[in-house]
């Protein structure tokens, strides 16, 4: 019997469906790996932004942790939403126990500019977290956040993924340009060189839930064995046509479609 690739998302959640837990779920599904879920934060989230956030006790962080570990493989894994020093500490105290390629999505504040991680763990996650990755996949924002210096130019941002990786211990480091104007391009500094990633960008508001969308989806092709530069590369596809037929729903920017890529929907919906 075929052993399944297993893909494990550790983040907060989004009830609307777009970002967190959510979209990563729906992402390994469609990329068709194993999904499984360990809640951080259950966040009162939509469209237009966070109404509020209820942090789960410690406690229960790692008996999720502990129940992946002890039962389940874990072919690969990405983090999101970890919103303090204490559960910060609890996963890097897991890591170690799974022996398997780990994304981090630096999630720090929500499109709608709500903050999602306390200002004080910023430090203990670019210290302590980010040195156990294999990949971390800042926007520029969070970019600027981890090295606490502006970036206004591609060249600010190729330098910015090789000292994620020179200076701060990441395996690898993808600085995405969404945040950027004209195309949306992408640099991969896997240690040894740079790799560009570069698509049309899509005239729309509807982008909730990209960054997520886009690590789960590297998460879910490592979890297959693909190499990293051929897992993002086939993520940008997966995100790019997420991006472009994307969910014109709520009052805000609505929700990217983790179902771009199906081909035997796209003529039903499209
Ligand atoms: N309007 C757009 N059109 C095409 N690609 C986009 C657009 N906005 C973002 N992207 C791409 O989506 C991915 C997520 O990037 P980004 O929006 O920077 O992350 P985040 O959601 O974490 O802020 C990147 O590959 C980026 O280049
Ligand atoms: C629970 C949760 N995690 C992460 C985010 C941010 O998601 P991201 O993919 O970066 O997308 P936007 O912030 O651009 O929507 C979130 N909103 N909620």
Known sequence: MKQAACALTIAGTDPSGGAGIQADLKTFQELQSYGMSVI????????TGVKSVHHLPIEMLKDQLEAISSDM???AFKTGMISNVSMMKAVAEWVPQVSAP??????????SGDPL????SRVWLRENL?????????????????????????EDMKEAAQQMVTRFGAGAALVKG?????????????GSEIHTFTSERIDTKNTHGTGCTYSAAIT??????????EAVKQAKYFVTEAIRHSFNLGN???????????????????
């Open 102 to 111: 780990y994304v981090m999505d630096p999630v720090m504040v929500a499109q």
């Open 130 to 154: 980010l040195p156990l990755t294999s990949l971390v996949t800042p926007n520029i924002p969070e970019a600027e956040d981890i090295l606490g210096e502006s970036m206004e130019s591609s």
């Open 220 to 229: 879910a092709y490592l979890s297959q064995g693909l190499p990293l530069v």
């Open 252 to 270: 805000g920017s609505g929700p990217t479609n983790h179902f771009a890529t199906r081909e035997e929907v796209f003529n039903k919906w499209f």
């Open 73 to 75: 493989p874990v072919h």
């Open 117 to 120: 991680i306390e200002e004080e």
């Open 178 to 190: 969404g945040h950027m104007k004209g195309e949306a391009v992408d640099f991969l500094y896997d």
């Open 40 to 47: 951080t934060s259950i966040v009162a989230q939509n469209t």
